[in-house]
């Protein structure tokens, strides 16, 4: 009897531990409509050389911005109007979640983003209300048409990635602690994507593509195929309700491990999802001399009194699913606040410390968890 016992929990806590640890299930499905209830619209200040005005959900509907319907959720930058200098800058939509996020997995089914001279768009993970404190996970940014995209980990702490590891992109820097010189060099563990199409006018040419990224204690991945690409999992490609991201046998582009000299759930706490459009600011500006276009990217000869040139700076995404782990839903439940009251914080500038995230409560249950198990497991095998 007690040899069957100690059998039965052996078992029990190899698939608990090790089997299940992939899996996870869908625990919100964004399709349409759906982005006007569990997304809050954002109102920020320019960060320094920015040229938009964020606007609040019912301007952006109300103005053409965003259209919200079946499976198509779009949001775009202005491309009508002329601006005077006076003016705050081109209407653009900035959104997060209103829900906050540590172990998941997020699968950004895109069919076209914002492209064009001076645009800056990024589906980015952070708590933006404290900076890059809690950390911060940059999935897919680019700018001005310029291929590729970057994938970035910011941290507030100390923390540096190997040099090799398991991944398609090219790391440019290994030292993620955030820098706010980021004219002077990279700032953060960037990496290249190894692909152009993963980003503007190449990724739109292809009918758009499928970001996904997978956030654990021990490792961050982000993945990219693009539409038609025939080794898209079948489970990203329809939206299955539960997905096994061990069984795809593509490796990411761009892949974070935690380790002695990185610490990640010291360094990433729980984030909302957020998804915009930048014009100019720090990076897209100070690259937009290089295109051999006359005048600086904030002038009014380009972004004021060319709206047509933003004609195809908008998202088109035909869904955002956000998976967790059926047997622990790592998430902070967090109803936003009015988007007129959020506070700004711009991309990868640093500010106070934070609330804990979850994982570091539930990590040394699970090392606990391994240890009874291999104790167990070694006693029955030596009766």
Not at 200 to 207: D, L
Request: with cysteine.
């Amino acid at each position: 009897m007690i040899s069957f016992l100690l059998l039965y929990l052996c078992v029990f806590l190899l698939t608990s531990v090790g089997g299940q640890a992939r899996k996870y299930s869908l625990h919100q499905n964004n399709v349409g409509a759906d982005f006007l209830e569990n997304f809050v619209w954002e109102i920020t200040k320019n960060p320094p050389g920015g040229r938009v005005m964020y606007t609040m959900q019912s301007d952006a509907l109300s103005q053409n911005l965003v259209n919200a319907h079946g499976n198509t959720f779009v949001m775009r930058v202005d491309d009508t109007a002329t601006l005077s200098s006076s003016d705050l800058g081109r209407k653009s939509v900035r959104i997060k979640t209103k829900e906050q996020y540590t172990t998941h997995v997020a699968v950004f089914d895109i069919r076209h983003m914002p492209q064009g001279y001076g645009t800056w768009p990024a589906l980015w993970e952070a708590d933006d209300t404290v900076g890059v404190a809690n950390g911060e996970l940059d999935i897919m940014e680019g700018v001005n048409n310029v291929s590729p995209s970057y994938t970035t980990l910011h941290t507030g702490g100390s923390c540096t990635m190997p040099a090799n590891r398991t991944q398609k992109g090219t790391a440019k820097n290994n030292d993620c602690r955030f820098s706010s010189g980021r004219t002077s060099g990279y700032s953060g563990c960037t990496v290249a994507s190894p692909y152009s199409s993963t980003y503007g006018p190449t990724f739109n040419a292809n009918g758009g593509g499928y970001y996904v990224l997978e956030r654990t204690p021990e490792a961050i991945s982000v993945w990219f195929w693009s539409r038609n690409d025939k080794s898209v999992p079948a489970s990203i490609k329809d939206g299955s309700h539960t997905i096994d991201t061990t069984s795809w046998n593509s490796p990411p582009i761009a892949y974070f491990l935690s380790s002695p000299s990185c610490d990640l759930s010291a360094n990433m706490k729980s984030h909302s999802i957020i998804i915009n459009t930048m014009l100019c600011g720090p990076w897209a500006g100070s690259r937009f001399d290089a295109l051999g276009i006359q005048g600086t990217c904030i002038d009014a000869d380009y972004v004021n009194d060319n709206p047509s040139a933003f004609k195809d700076a908008y998202w088109d995404i035909a869904a955002l699913r956000i998976y967790l782990k059926s047997s622990d839903p790592s998430y902070v439940s967090l109803m936003a606040p009015t988007p007129s009251s959020v506070p700004f914080v711009p991309e990868g500038y640093p500010a106070m410390q934070y609330a804990h995230s979850r994982e570091s409560f539930l990590l040394p249950w699970g090392v606990a968890l391994w240890a009874a198990y291999r104790l167990v497991c070694t006693a029955r095998r030596t009766q």
